[in-house]
């Protein structure tokens, strides 16, 4: 009796996860890959969840771009692939793309942005963190005075990894120590006259390293500092 219940309840569960499987075939709605006519992108589009950035050589044509998707199986995208549009203002307003499974059971939605050398599109430093790098580099001259050692940040490489920034730079600032190489802040190109210190401007350095500092100002006054140093 025991053997034919194993059985039936075997059979059975093959039964449904076939069915699932074969389900699962035809209720996927995503978006495998993108990519974007002419020369236009200096790298692969960056495919998230529901989310993809597509980076931008400068001087594209940001009001005629015309990306193109691959689909999983039997999907359908609204608007259409490779349909022309406007990414002009990507920040408040994300470009919204549509797909629907080969059963017309499941949609997703996804946004998709434009950014210029690593910026998101009408995202500027200039425009958000003026006072910010004004503060942190006169703390920086009220410790260290006209001795202050090379400052640089890596956020423009990494993008802002919100509650990881502070972990990420740190290991970053050791490797720094380790590999006697001073990363670069890239993109730099615009200096602020309040802001003249020495910030490694677009490529790295070689230097010989003893200690490290690693300054991370989070949202809503999160401030951390952290000192690292070679053991003689």
Known sequence: M?????????????AISSCI????????ADIETCSVPGDVL??????????????????ADITKLAPEFTLTPGATIEPASGTVRDFTDTKDKPLLYTVTSEDKQWTKQYKVSAMFSGIPTSFHFEEVTPVNDKN?????????????????????????CLGGAGAIEAVISIMAMRDSIIPPTIN???PDPECDLDYVPNKARKADIKAVMSNSF???????????KKLD
Do not use: M, W
């Open 136 to 160: 942190e580099t006169a703390a920086l001259k009220a410790v260290f005075g006209d001795k202050c050692p090379p400052v640089s940040s890596t956020k423009g490489q990494t993008g802002h």
């Open 21 to 28: 499987q074969d389900e699962a075939l035809n209720a996927e």
């Open 218 to 228: 989070g949202f809503g006054g999160t401030n951390g500092v952290v000192i690292f």
């Open 2 to 14: 025991k053997i034919k219940t194993l059985t039936s309840c075997f059979f059975l569960a093959f």
């Open 188 to 190: 730099y190109e615009t």
């Open 42 to 59: 200096n790298r692969e589009p960056i495919i998230g969840n529901d989310e993809i950035t597509l980076p931008l050589k400068k001087g």
